[in-house]
Every structure is written in C-alpha cells, then in structure tokens.
Nanobody, 121 residues
Framework: QVQLVESGGGLVQPGGSLRLSCAAS????????VDWFRQAPGKEREIVAG????????RYTESVKGRFTISRDNARNTIYLQMNSLKPEDTAVYYC??????????????WGQGTQVTVSS
C-alpha cells in the first residue's frame, strides 16, 4: 500500500517561508507527476502546484506564482514545495497527490493526509 506523507507545515508570520515535503512509502514517485493541493476552511480544494516526471514541467496556480516553487528529488523519492513570501490567505491544509501518468494531469491514485500551514502574526 502506497502512503504519501506530508511534513513541514506549521505556523509562520506573514512574509515568512516554509518548505513542505511529500515522501512516498511502500511505493515510489518514479514515473509519476505529483501535485500539491490546499484546502482552506470553508473553501474548495485547489491545485497549488504540479511537477511532471522527471521534473521538466511545472504548473502553478496564479496566486502563488513567483512565491512558491515545486521541485523533486528523485533519488530521495520526495517532492518539495518551497513557499516564500507567505500571506494569510495561504493558510490551509496542504496535500500532495501522486498522478497516474508522467505528465501533469488531473488524475491521481494516492493522496497524503495533509499538513497544516497557518500564516498569522
């Protein structure tokens, strides 16, 4: 059974940075694109960023462009989301999801449990 485990969330002041990690156990990200999602209270889940296999293509939702960077370390089987210049509206539970193909799509086979990111002074 593949499990995705997110880490790196926490409380940060506006303007601060966090780096989220998504690790796969019992499986691998080899050959798979991966997306980061977030869901804030009372809001729908939204795609934040995605990265193809082996990492040549990325996508970002407009609100995080220039502030967030998605990357992958294929040797460590880990996906990262570097979040800079954080804003209160970035507060949400962040999830990673493994895609069903090497290219970025909207089809996923495994999801993580999420990590809370809170941006507040």
């Amino acid at each position: 059974q593949v499990q995705l485990v997110e880490s790196g969330g926490g409380l940060v002041q506006p303007g601060g940075s966090l780096r989220l990690s998504c690790a796969a156990s019992g499986g691998t990200f080899v050959g798979s694109a991966v997306d980061w999602f977030r869901q804030a209270p009372g809001k729908e889940r939204e795609i934040v960023a995605g990265i193809s296999w082996p990492g040549s293509s990325t996508r970002y939702t407009e609100s995080v462009k220039g502030r967030f960077t998605i990357s992958r370390d294929n040797a460590r089987n880990t996906i990262y989301l570097q979040m800079n210049s954080l804003k209160p509206e970035d507060t949400a539970v962040y999830y990673c999801a493994r895609g069903t193909s090497h290219y970025i799509s909207n089809n996923y086979d495994y999801w993580g449990q999420g990590t809370q990111v809170t941006v507040s002074s």
